[in-house]
């Protein structure tokens, strides 16, 4: 599957901004899908997941009740609704997609994840 992520930006703290992260190739809901991010000088963490349904959805307590990880089966589309940013959301955004983990896993290592879109800049000011 190839993914495609898109709608990073520059906002203020305390805005919103909506990324999505499209995919073709293999079927998009045979896989989990994740977001990553990357903040200069620091490793690539984990945000959010959510199941192949879309029934569940896991998040980082540092994103929790600020950020909505969403997915539309139909459209092969991903997203990611970011509210209340904050400066340290400063980082370059990355879709991934994991095809091997059940139901029962909680997938938030990068090594559970097998494809990775090319990453979009999020940049929040003070």
């Known amino acids: 599957v190839q993914l495609q992520a898109s709608g990073g930006g520059s906002v203020q703290a305390g805005g919103s901004l909506r990324l999505s992260c499209a995919a073709s190739g293999r079927t998009f809901s045979s896989y989990v899908m994740g977001w990553f991010r990357q903040a200069p000088g620091k490793e690539r963490e984990f945000v959010t997941f959510?199941?192949?349904?879309?029934?569940?959805?896991y998040y980082a307590d540092s994103v929790k009740g600020r950020f909505t990880i969403s997915r539309d089966n139909a459209k092969n589309t991903l997203y990611l609704q970011m509210n209340s940013l904050k400066p340290e959301d400063t980082a370059v955004y990355y879709c991934?997609?994991?095809?091997?983990?059940?139901?029962?896993?909680?997938?938030?290592?990068?090594?559970?994840?097998?494809?990775w879109g090319q990453g979009t800049q999020v940049t929040v000011s003070s």
């Open positions: 991934a997609a994991d095809s091997g983990s059940s139901v029962y896993d909680t997938p938030t290592r990068e090594t559970e994840y097998d494809y």
């Open positions: 959510i199941s192949r349904s879309g029934g569940r959805k």
